[in-house]
């Protein structure tokens, strides 16, 4: 609770006009400026007290268990998992979870019922962040416990009503729920046009042809047939090659509430794969969103965005379809991110083996740098799944926790944790990251976000078919932060596709604001800097969706900054 009071004291008002401190009103737009141009640094990271997390599930109140609806894993359908998102939907300035769990089905879809169903279901869970480091579960009063087999969780308000929206997906469906302000979702999925049957898995919210309304890519693992058991016997149960790959699904927003399949207008649907994870954000700096697909022992695929509602599909060509030796890997969470620190993002992926860091060159590919990071040789003993690309301690360079599970038999794995030593250069230092990583889970999705406000960003683990886990980040740092909320006026209400750079201490970092990445799950909306010890933010540019430009000189440090975008 001190650290939340702390850090709202330091919401106050920055040097310019366009921001100023959560929660008080916006001030008037500032004139335009021009960007700043980020240079390529290799520095060193500052140094740093150790990264660590403590277990705050139980003190938090946050007692939610997944179920794979069975008594024993028998299907690709139950070992997938599920995810969660970090969103404030009652507009108090807190980070509320809702998590997505399986139930039990008809028999036949399970090779090992339960002998004995609940008589109450399991379902997913909304908790209200209470303010103290604890949760009050809402879930019944809130409406948002569907009846269906979930797998992935992502928000935005497709509305721009100023209440952030639902929509979770899972087998044989998806539900839209649209938040009304006072606490209550409704589903509008049908009112809305969306019907996506099949196995819907990772989504993702986007303003693709910057209409100011986002629209929604909704991803589709394999055509599963409960019906189908020939497998060998070593694999436990049919993998994903033993099913016909899907295509995904692309919705334009009419910016009247409802929603238009454009899959095969737009490109998207003519690419057949096995969706696991999806990102969105602008890899080639046109200022177009892009979205990555991460698919399942199948090539990955990458849609250029090419201007005109249309996408082109360039993975192979920008040498991120496949794994560092040309496999096609079992590729779970995606994450656009500017780990090296030279103004363009690149792209971390889970996976089933040795995991991929894809460096961008900025020449019209990516670079496979896995090995010379110092990632590839201590994650090859893992399979990894939900992960987080955040600045965990705030030192100026992006972290990378991951989460780990065995694919079949429920082999329980610890969790993985590193700090960037600067330039993308990393140091496992998992060991050394408390104790809540030694435990040893069967993880799935993971969602990452600043739930008391303290500056660090916290992380929550979903486990199949078990409890889930809070992390709460306790290092010891006197390295300074800054995050930032954003507001679209003619953009999209939650300033998805914005372009931020923030100078101090000598380098500018770049990051952009996405809805949607890593495995089933999506983070919290803020922007997080780390400023290691720098004691100023010289300046913080923003390049908005509409194209309009903004540069808010001198915000002051150590809370949350709202931003409006200039009318």
Partial sequence: MLALLLALTMMAPAQTKGAQPAPQAPLPAQAEAAPVVPKPVSAPAAKSAPIRFEDATEASGIHFTHSMGSQALGSLLEATGGGCVWFDYNNDGLLDLYVVSGKPLEDGMHPHPLKVKPDSPPHNHLYRNNGDGTFTDVTQEAGVAPDMYSFAVTAADFDNDGFVDLLVTGYGKVVLYHNNGNGIFTDVTAKAGIKVDRWSISSAWLDYDKDGCVDLFIGRYVKFDPTYHNYYAADNYPGPLDYEGDTNVLYHNNCDGT??????????????????????????????????????????????????????????????????????????????????????????????????????????????????????????????????????????????????GGLINMVPQEQSLFRNLGGGVFEDVSRQGGAVLDVKTVARGGCFGDYDNDGKIDAYMVNLNAPGTLLHNVTQTSNHWITIKLKGTKSNRDGLGAHLELTAGGRTQVAERSAGSGYLSQDDDRIHFGLGA??????????????????????????????????
């Fill in 259 to 404: 929603f238009t399949d454009v899959s095969d207008k737009s490109g998207i649907g003519a690419s057949i794969g096995r969706t696991m994870g999806v990102a969105t954000g602008d890899f080639d700096g046109d200022g177009w969103p892009d979205i990555y697909v991460s698919n399942d022992k199948t090539q990955n695929f990458l849609f250029h965005n090419n201007h005109n509602g249309t996408f082109t599909e360039v993975a192979i060509d920008e040498d991120v379809a496949y794994g560092q030796n040309g496999e096609a890997t079992s590729s779970m969470g995606p994450v656009f991110a500017d780990v090296d620190g030279d103004g363009k993002l690149d792209l971390w992926v889970t996976d089933s083996k040795y995991h991929r860091l894809m460096h961008n060159t900025g020449k019209g590919r990516f670079e496979d740098v896995s090995a010379a990071s110092g990632l590839a040789q201590a994650e090859a003993q893992y399979t990894s799944w939900g992960t987080g690309v955040y600045d965990f301690d705030n030192d100026g360079w992006l972290d990378i926790l991951s989460f780990h």
């Fill in 534 to 567: 720098a004691t100023k933010v010289e300046k913080l540019f923003l390049r908005w969706p509409s194209g309009k430009e903004q540069t808010i000189e001198n915000p002051r440090i150590d809370g949350i900054l709202k931003v409006e975008e200039p009318r």
